[in-house]
């Protein structure tokens, strides 16, 4: 049978020679897949300013659907969209910039571990900064864990309130 070459891009194999790769690599199918990899990790300002250079899509404001998908020329974004990833890029730009609200230190990891193994160790005769910290940081959940878009399940942390669990419910 031979060596077989997989594409991670398309996620799919063939006949490892140089005609078949070379046909594969240079084809459309093989060039989208691979754009569309890429652009899944380009920031949210160049998201922003190539979606504002195109116009909205008809077939997409008419109907939900377009016939081209991703690969249409034309922007698929509503108002809404667009106006949510301008609010991200100006705080991507606050965060790297430093400007974000100077009274109010910046969350530490390590900060936060201490507190929360302070919490857990008892908490007897706790001091007036230990109470202002709690305030600060009700939650048990680190706030870096909010700002990860797209975490697994397993990582969700559960609501305010937790999980609501039925009485009856048989587990396993």
């Known amino acids: 049978m031979?060596?077989?070459?997989?594409?991670?891009?398309?996620?799919?194999?063939f006949q490892d020679n140089m005609h078949n790769r070379k046909k594969h690599l240079f084809g459309v199918?093989?060039?989208?897949?691979?754009?569309?990899?890429?652009?899944?990790?380009?920031?949210?300002?160049?998201?922003?300013?190539?979606?504002?250079?195109?116009?909205?899509?008809?077939k997409f404001l008419q109907r939900g659907i377009c016939d081209f998908g991703p690969s249409c020329r034309f922007s698929h974004m509503s108002e809404a969209e667009?106006?949510?990833?301008?609010?991200?890029?100006?705080?991507?730009r606050h965060r790297s910039d430093g400007s974000e609200d100077p009274g109010r230190p910046e969350p530490n990891v390590d900060v936060w571990l201490a507190v929360r193994e302070k919490r857990r160790s008892g908490g007897a005769g706790k001091g007036a900064a230990d109470?202002?910290?709690?305030?600060?940081?009700p939650s048990d959940v680190p706030p870096q864990i909010f700002s990860i878009p797209d975490l697994p399940p397993s990582l969700v942390p559960?609501?305010?309130?937790?999980?609501?669990v039925n009485g009856d419910a048989e587990w396993g």
Do not use: N, T
Not at 41 to 56: S, T, V, W
Not at 82 to 92: A, G, I, K, S
Not at 158 to 164: D, T
């Open 131 to 137: 109470a202002r910290e709690e305030e600060r940081m």
């Open 158 to 164: 559960p609501p305010p309130g937790g999980w609501k």
């Open 29 to 58: 199918q093989h060039q989208r897949a691979k754009k569309a990899w890429f652009d899944h990790f380009r920031g949210y300002a160049d998201i922003l300013k190539d979606e504002q250079a195109k116009k909205p899509c008809r």
């Open 82 to 92: 667009l106006f949510h990833l301008q609010r991200r890029v100006q705080d991507e």
């Open 2 to 13: 031979g060596k077989r070459y997989y594409c991670d891009y398309c996620e799919r194999s």
